[in-house]
């Protein structure tokens, strides 16, 4: 055998090494759908999106939610969708910007929407007091089912008084025909507290109402120095906690 031909049979062999490397490069794309794989696979014959990684179902791209690495994700053909909405068994879902499903409140384009904590992430009502990013008081606002709230509120362990959603300070407040005073953090006022010149009795039984002094009798508007106020029905919102104050009139 001469030198020439020697240095042929290398050649083909190398062609044939490189065409087996093509070979199976070009099969492996069909590996997924042929071996009927399930979960997040690499498959970049489905789509190079996302590294070429796809959520196959028996081989075949998925469309919905799976649940992966501790959270869901939600997949279109196969494919992971990043941040927006979406729509399963009749609820609405939202995903971050790593297509993991979210929870809690979250504020979405100026508005907030509540998804749970207790790992089903849908969307909800926004409950309670809630940042949703407003001007007044750190961005802090009282909603109830979805909806900014006027009235009384029970949270960390006293009452405040909220004007569509936001949290008033120090003034006197009407609700269920009585008077309440909130001071200037908010929260409703018991005991004996001097005011303007006048010491007033808003009692020590967790009921908060302007009270004849030493008595249950609750004032009216303008005794003892206390301002006349809009005794309106629009002022007047009856509590819906189970925590509310009870006002004892004897």
């Not at 008033?168 to 009407?174: A, L, M, T």
């Amino acid at each position: 055998m001469t030198l020439d031909s020697t240095v042929l049979i290398k050649k083909i062999a190398s062609l044939l090494a490189g065409a087996t490397v093509v070979a199976l490069f070009t099969g492996l794309g069909a590996q997924a759908a042929d071996r009927q794989l399930t979960g997040y696979v690499y498959s970049p014959e489905v789509s190079q999106a996302n590294g070429g990684w796809n959520w196959l179902e028996n081989g075949q791209p998925y469309t919905g939610f799976r649940y992966y690495m501790g959270t869901y994700y939600w997949f279109v053909n196969g494919v992971r969708q990043n941040e927006g909405w979406r729509q399963a068994w009749g609820l609405t879902y939202y995903t971050d910007q790593d297509g993991r499903a979210v929870q809690g409140t979250r504020v979405i384009d100026g508005t907030v929407y509540n998804f749970g904590e207790d790992g089903t992430y849908y969307e909800r009502p926004v409950q309670g007091y809630v940042y949703d990013g407003s001007a007044q008081n750190g961005g802090y606002r009282w909603y109830q089912n979805g909806q900014l709230f006027t009235g009384f509120r029970y949270y960390m362990g006293t009452y405040y008084w909220f004007v569509d959603g936001v949290r008033q300070n120090e003034g006197w407040h009407q609700a269920w025909g009585l008077m309440y005073y909130t001071d200037q953090d908010g929260r409703a006022v018991q005991g004996q507290v001097p005011m303007y010149g006048t010491t007033y009795d808003f009692g020590n039984d967790g009921t908060y109402y302007l009270r004849i002094p030493g008595t249950k009798t609750a004032t009216t508007p303008g005794f003892g120095g206390a301002p006349d106020v809009d005794r309106s029905e629009a002022t007047i919102t009856p509590t819906q906690t189970g925590q509310a104050i009870q006002p004892v009139v004897s």
